[in-house]
Structure formats: C-alpha cells, structure tokens
C-alpha cells in the first residue's frame, strides 16, 4: 500500500514539475533560451495569491486568477524589458541576464514580503480521501495538482494544434524568419508563450505551496531547476515531453527520498537527468529534425 | 508596382548590397541573376523586411515600406518565397498553407488551399503528411503553395530551381509562368540564369553587390559577356 501511496505523491509532485516544466519549454522553444527566473515567477505567483487571500480575505478561485494575472503581467514585462533587447545577442548575455532577473525577483521579494516564512494554506482543504477501506489516503492538494496538469496539458494539446495563435507558436518555434513572411508577427507571438508560461507558473506555485505550506522569497528556486531538469530530461521544446519528464522526475524523487535516501533524493534525481542525457542527449521525446535537400 | 532606389545593405562591416535600384511593374515576370554571394539574396529580404538597409528606399505600390516590419509587407500583398525552401518541417502540408494564409485572418482559407491545390495536386494527395518527410520537388512546390496562400500582388521567389532535378526544375518555371498569368508579379531571384532569362521579361544582372547590366530577358541572353559569364559559353 505505501508504494501506491508513493507513487501518487510522486505522481502529484511530478505534476507540479510538469506544469513549471512547460513554461521552460514553451520558452525554450520559441525564444532559445533559458528563462532562469521562471521558478521566481512561480514564488511571485504564491506570494500573490497568499497575499490576497491573507489580507483581503478573497476566495480561493479569485486568488488563483488574480496570481495569474500578476504573474502574466510580471512575465510579458520581463520579456519585453529584459529579454528582448537582446533577441540578437549571444546565448550567454541572455543566460546571464536571466540569471540577473531570478536575483532581482528574489530579492523585490524580500523588500516586500521579508524573509520571514508564510505559512501557506492549501487552497484545496485538509480533508483526506481514504480509499481501499482507509488503507490509502490521498491529499486533496495531489488530486488537485494531478487534475490540474491533466486538464493543463490537454488545453495545451488544443492550442497548439487547433488555433491560430497555437499553431503561429509552433511556427515561429521553428523558423522566426519564415514566420514572418507568412505576416505572423513574431514579437507579439513571443510575448503570448512568455504569458502562457507565466500563468501556469502561478498555478503552479499555489499547488507547490499548497502541498509545501512553507513561502520563502527562494521558495522557487529548487522546484525551478528540477523542472528545468525535467524538461531538458523529456526533450527541451517539446510540450509532451516537459509533461513526461516532469512526472517521472517527481516519481524518481519520491521514491528515492522513501527507499533509498532523504538526503540524496535531489542527488538521484540529477543522477538520472546525467544517465538520461548520456543515452539519449536530446532527452526523451528530444528530436533533431533533418533538413531535405 | 515595386521601385527599390539606392540600396545599401550591411552585415557588419560587409557592404553585401551596394547602391542597387531595381524596378518592377505590374504584370511582370523580372528576374534578378549573378553568381553566388552576389547579393540575390540580401537584395530580396531586405524588399520582404527580413533585413534592413542602411540607406535607399523601397516603395510598394507607391508607398515607402523600408520601415514596415516584415510580416506587415505581406498583408500589403508582398510575399517571399525564401531560399532554401524554409518550410515548416514539423507541421503537416495543410498546416504550412494555413500559416501562408495567416495574414489573411482566416478569411477563405478553404477557396486558397484549393487554388493551391489546383496547381500543385501532389499537394492535395499530401496535405495530412508531416512536411519535413515530403521530397525536395514536393516541398519546393509547398513553399510556392504556401506564400500563393497570402493572395500576393508581387511573389519574390529565391531559387526556385536550387537542388532539384531538371524535370522538376521545368515544372517549376512552367508553374511560376502559370502563377503570372493568373495575374501575380513576379520578382525571380535565379543562379540557374537560362532558365529565369527564358521565362522572364526584363532582367538584371548582379555583381558583387552591384547592377552591372540590365535590359530585355532576351537581348541580355544573346549578350556575349551574359553568355561567357552565366550561360556557360
Ligand atoms: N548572415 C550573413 N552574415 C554575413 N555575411 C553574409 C550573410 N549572408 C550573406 N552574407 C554575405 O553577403 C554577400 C551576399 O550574399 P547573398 O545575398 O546571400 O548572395 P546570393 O543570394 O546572391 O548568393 C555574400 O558575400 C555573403 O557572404
Ligand atoms: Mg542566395
């Protein structure tokens, strides 16, 4: 039974991954590049929500939206100011920048929340459900975080496939240049990924917090590089992937931290990104698509 | 229809475009030839907007658009065929020539995918297909479809012929003939000369960056310094 346990808390955390993953991806994938402030978005997007629902005693549902306006907000500018500028520049200056915005987020942070923890409460509630006669007990928060990114990567699966925009992402993901000759403008369509992604960090802040009640201003920082990791280890650009990775990086922790060792679960979970990249160096579902003559 | 005036274009410190001004009237078939690194290339994606001049002017039906963002020429009915094809690999056929169709809004997309469909029925026979598994023939014939999908006034195509059987490469100029009559001008950038000089009417030849000669397709074929140069005798 404490097996099934695990893997639905590895399933439910690697959900969360999966959800932080995606803003990697769909960055990567469009802009080529790593946005390293993305898990300071998602520590953004908790405070936010933890703000409103503490001081102004909003429900649940309105703090959710509301995060994921600010963080939209916060995502769109950072990219507009930060990152754009820099479209031509080298691969460096903008890893660097990026590196620069996580401190600056972090830090605005500490301005304004202080280093002080808030204890976050989950907006799904307490209240257990016990199945299999009371021998397995499952959180509300890991039903919530599971149901959220099944219903996310399904949206997300209907974008990208079936709309206009979705499909003018996948274009420009491709070949900025050709894009624009089709009279897709590629500006607008980089700032729409950067608010896609923002706003499922948001989300997924207020689950991470949910399950980890504990708010610092570095609350992004860990969860932020292992959904890098899971992206990379799924295949950097690819939206199934940063799905795949993200689960299977969230099951490896847990089970890692439950049968071989609480202190070394972050380790394993580098270990097998390394294992994976070693074998399959564009990660999982990674494709290198060959060019006809 | 198009007037370029005095183009200069730079990479860095490269002068790849120096001074060229070109016309194109309504109607036209005109062709732009020279040797490779010549400056075909630059010439045509700094009239789509993909690159910028340092100094001249272009004007599309009569007004100046050197400052227009790219994907604004194409609403103006401006497309470009780019060189080296630069179709969508990972998207089906279908895909590719809704994107050609995305300055549109939408509007008609089916009556344009079957216009396109018409000329090139091996199109049709693939739309579900993944583009990036279709032979170079196919995809050439896809990245015409596609830009034919935004209606242009002027289509610019980069070496249309590059890489192809000289089957295909007949096919292809009959088709760019056939697009023209349809009523679309064209802008052929060429290293295959014979081909683009036999099918156009004017023509201008680059050097270097420069127009070095210009005039009637037909009397600059039978020019012996064309001929020497880019007809192989
Ligand atoms: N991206 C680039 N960066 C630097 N130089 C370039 C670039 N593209 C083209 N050039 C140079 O500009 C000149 C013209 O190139 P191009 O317009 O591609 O010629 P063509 O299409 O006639 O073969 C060449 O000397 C080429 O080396
Ligand atoms: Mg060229």
Known sequence: ?293 | MLTVTDLNVYYGAIHAVKGISLEVNEGEIVTLIGANGAGKSTTLQTISGLLRPRTGTVTFLGEPITNLPAHKRVERGLAQVPEGRRIFLSMTVAENLEMGAYSQRGADTASGMEQVFTLFPRLQERRKQIAGTLSGGEQQMLAMGRSLMSRPKLLMLDEPSMGLAPILVEQIFSTIVEMNRAGTTILLVEQNAQMALSVAGRAYVLETGQIVMQGNARELSGNEEVKKAYLGG
């Not at chain 1, 992402?169 to 900025?176: F, I, T, V």
């Not at chain 1, 795949?244 to 071989?260: D, H, M, N, R, S």
């Open chain 1, 1 to 293: 039974m404490s097996f099934l346990s695990h893997l639905i808390s590895g399933i439910s955390l690697g959900s969360i991954y999966a959800i932080i993953a995606l803003g990697y991806t769909m960055v990567y994938g469009i802009a080529k590049m790593l946005n390293f402030a993305h898990g300071d978005v998602i520590m953004v997007g908790a405070y936010s929500c933890f703000f409103l629902m503490s001081r102004f005693h909003l429900p649940v549902i309105v703090g959710v939206v509301a995060a994921m306006l600010v963080c939209t907000l916060l995502g769109v500018t950072i990219e507009r100011l930060a990152y754009k500028p820099l479209r031509a520049a080298p691969a460096l200056a903008v890893l660097i920048t990026a590196i620069g915005v996580s401190y600056f987020l972090q830090n605005a942070a500490l301005l304004l929340w202080t280093s002080n923890p808030k204890v976050f409460p989950s907006i799904a509630g307490n209240t257990s459900i016990k199945l299999l006669g009371g021998q397995l007990s499952i959180s509300p928060t890991a039903l919530l975080s599971i149901a959220s990114c099944i219903v996310i990567m399904v949206a997300l699966t209907w974008f990208t496939s079936s709309t206009r925009m979705g499909k003018a992402m996948r274009a420009c993901s491709e070949d900025k240049g050709a894009a624009q000759l089709m009279g897709i403008n590629v500006n607008v369509t980089i700032s729409m990924v950067f608010a896609i992604g923002s706003a499922l960090a948001a989300i997924a802040g207020i689950l991470l917090c949910s399950a980890y009640p504990t708010l610092t201003p570095t609350t992004g920082s860990m969860p932020g590089i292992k959904a890098f990791t899971a992206a990379v280890f799924g295949g950097i650009g690819s939206i199934p992937g940063a799905m795949i990775g993200g689960i299977l990086l969230g099951i490896i922790e847990i089970f890692g931290k439950a049968y071989i060792s609480t202190q070394l679960s972050d380790a394993i979970v580098f270990l097998v990104l390394i294992i994976v990249l070693l074998v399959r160096p564009a990660g999982i579902l990674g494709k290198t698509v060959q060019e006809k003559v």
